[in-house]
């Protein structure tokens, strides 16, 4: 199936923690974001990369660190988690243009304790 | 002012009837635009993009692009149950690398 992958799809963790989140996708995009989707359904872009290249970086604590080993995959590391990290976390992938047609993967609920 | 604008709702129509959900967006320079339907625990589903002014129809769903009046409007003719989710806006201000931002959604509920 083409589509955007996440693993896993529920992480539960102790505050202080340092966990990770990956994401791939087989559409053949060159682009691929993070979101974070609150407790409150708003839904905001945290990070996305252009063919392994940082594009954009929002204000997010430097405890996120995204990385990206190839431009089929994107992944995310969280230090040290604190409970307001505790949300859905998507990522997402599109094709540069300029209609920018973003497709999401399925999610992961992250849980602090 | 929030920068992209939806009501949260819900809304709710009876089955049948046209669903018409708004969005307003605060920055004239956005270029794309985009209507994304989530189910609960889902994850955001692309449903309809439009780029020009004027309408866009894809079978039961109408976009609309106002961009002197920065509105966009989703319609959805002959609303089923399984369209009750939270819709939501996006806009692309093309000149950001492709960041989307997102209205905090509409929750729509159609009722048989």
């Known amino acids: 199936d083409t589509a955007v992958s996440q693993t896993p799809k529920y992480l539960v963790t102790q505050m202080g923690n340092d966990k990770s989140i990956k994401c791939e996708q087989n559409?053949?995009?060159?682009?691929m974001y993070w979101y974070k989707q609150d407790s409150k359904k708003f839904l905001k872009i945290m990070f996305s990369?252009?063919?392994?290249?940082?594009?954009i970086n929002e204000t997010v604590p430097n405890r996120f660190s995204p990385k990206s080993p190839d431009k089929a995959h994107l992944n995310l590391h969280i230090n040290s988690l604190e409970l307001g990290d505790s949300a859905v976390y998507f990522c997402?992938?599109?094709?540069?243009?300029?209609?920018?047609?973003?497709?999401f993967g399925p999610g992961t609920r992250l849980t602090v304790l | 002012q929030k920068e992209v604008e939806q009501n949260s709702g819900p809304l709710s129509v009876p089955e049948g009837a046209i669903a018409s959900l708004n969005c307003t967006y605060s920055?004239?320079?956005?270029?794309?635009f985009f209507w994304y339907r989530q189910y609960s625990g889902k994850s955001p589903e692309l449903i309809m993009s439009?780029?020009?002014?004027g309408d866009k129809e894809d079978g039961r769903f109408t976009a609309q692009l106002n961009k002197a009046s920065q509105y966009v409007s989703l319609l959805i003719r002959d609303s089923q149950p399984s369209d009750s989710a939270t819709y939501l806006c996006?806009?692309?201000?093309?000149?950001?690398?492709?960041?989307?931002?997102f209205g905090q959604g509409t929750e729509l509920s159609v009722k048989p």
């Open positions: 997402a992938s599109s094709q540069v243009g300029p209609y920018n047609e973003q497709f």
């Open positions: 559409l053949g995009h060159d682009t």
């Open positions: 990369y252009n063919n392994k290249e940082l594009i």
């Open positions: 920055d004239r320079v956005s270029q794309s």
């Open positions: 439009i780029y020009s002014n």
């Open positions: 996006a806009v692309n201000r093309n000149n950001q690398g492709g960041k989307l931002i």
